[in-house]
């Protein structure tokens, strides 16, 4: 009874070891189970010319440990029987299980035969690093035909040469007129806001009385000595000589709703003219000291406002 027990014990260990031997060997073929999962080639086959981009998309997976390194991926500038790769670009998405690997190649005719020809982009043999043995993943190659540009040789290409046409020439002259137009426009608006702004006396009708009382203030006020009561009273004066000379006689406060009569633009500031001749008689009659400093000032932009109304703004 021993003997039978002892065959029926080797069996099954034998039996064991095949089935352990098969599994490890199934399993190291389903991980080094690389494979191409998609490969897209260009849409037609046919009418390539010369110079033509021709583009393939290939996605790779390859398992754990394997990878594919840098340097075994095509080489941009390499050509094969007329076809010349211009540009490789590779995507690399690192999983869990296995790598992806998106490459895209872009090919160039660059032959010129005088007949349809076929051609084909080039097979690629891509090398795995990284695992127990030597692995490769292959793309197969991918025919065309090429199509001359012209049938025949120079001879015919020279025959058949066009002339260069000139391009149609384009009417500016209604762009010129608007350009004309815009330039008188933004001249016309600078010289409004320089007529209205400038204190100088560039312009024609610059140079009226307020105008020139305004500078006059204005270089006093601007002046670095203290204030007196002298440079109070000559800037009194300067702002009286645009009244008398805008009325045309000498000006005083019972002059003023004649003055504003005759000078309608100066209406608006009538209650401020007012102050002013108020101001201006007490002053002349004022005892004690007075801020000839504020009061300076405050007649440089009296003036200002003045010479607005002297210009129509």
Not at 77 to 104: C, F, M, P, R, W
Not at 172 to 179: G, V
Not at 227 to 242: D, F, G, I, P, R
């Amino acid at each position: 009874m021993i003997k039978p027990i002892s065959k029926l014990c080797a069996t099954l260990l034998l039996a064991g070891l095949l089935l352990t031997s098969f599994t490890l060997h199934a399993a190291e073929e389903n991980i080094t189970a690389a494979k191409v999962l998609s490969l897209t080639n260009p849409v037609n086959t046919y009418g390539v010319q010369i110079g033509d981009k021709l583009s393939r998309k290939i996605v790779l997976e390859v398992p754990v440990p394997y990878k594919i390194a840098e340097g075994a991926f095509p080489k941009k500038g390499s050509k094969s029987n007329g076809v010349e790769l211009v540009d490789v670009n590779v995507i690399t998405d690192q999983q869990k299980a296995h790598t992806l690997y998106i490459v895209n190649l872009s090919y160039q005719p660059f032959t010129n035969p005088s007949k349809p020809t076929v051609m084909q982009l080039p097979a690629e043999k891509l090398a795995l690093t990284g695992g127990a043995k030597a692995e490769a993943l292959e793309v197969p190659a991918w025919g065309f035909w090429l199509s001359p540009i012209v049938t025949g040789g120079i001879e015919t290409a020279q025959k058949n040469i066009q002339l260069d046409a000139m391009p149609p020439l384009v009417d500016i002259r209604a762009h010129k007129t608007r350009l004309w137009v815009f330039l008188s426009m933004l001249i016309a608006s600078l010289l409004g806001l320089l007529y209205m702004n400038a204190d100088g006396n560039w312009l024609p009708f610059m140079g009226g009385a307020f105008a020139k009382a305004h500078r006059q203030l204005k270089r006093i006020a601007k002046s670095t000595a203290a204030k007196t009561a002298v440079e109070e009273k000559q800037a009194l004066v300067y702002v009286h000589q645009a009244f008398n000379q805008h009325y045309g006689a000498n000006m005083f406060a019972r002059d003023i709703e004649n003055f504003v009569s005759l000078r309608p633009s100066f209406k608006k500031m009538k209650t401020e003219i007012a102050a002013f001749f108020d101001a201006s008689n007490q002053s002349l009659y004022a005892v004690e000291p007075r801020n000839s400093q504020k009061i300076i000032a405050d007649l440089a932009q009296l003036s200002k406002q003045l010479r607005d109304c002297e210009r129509g703004v």
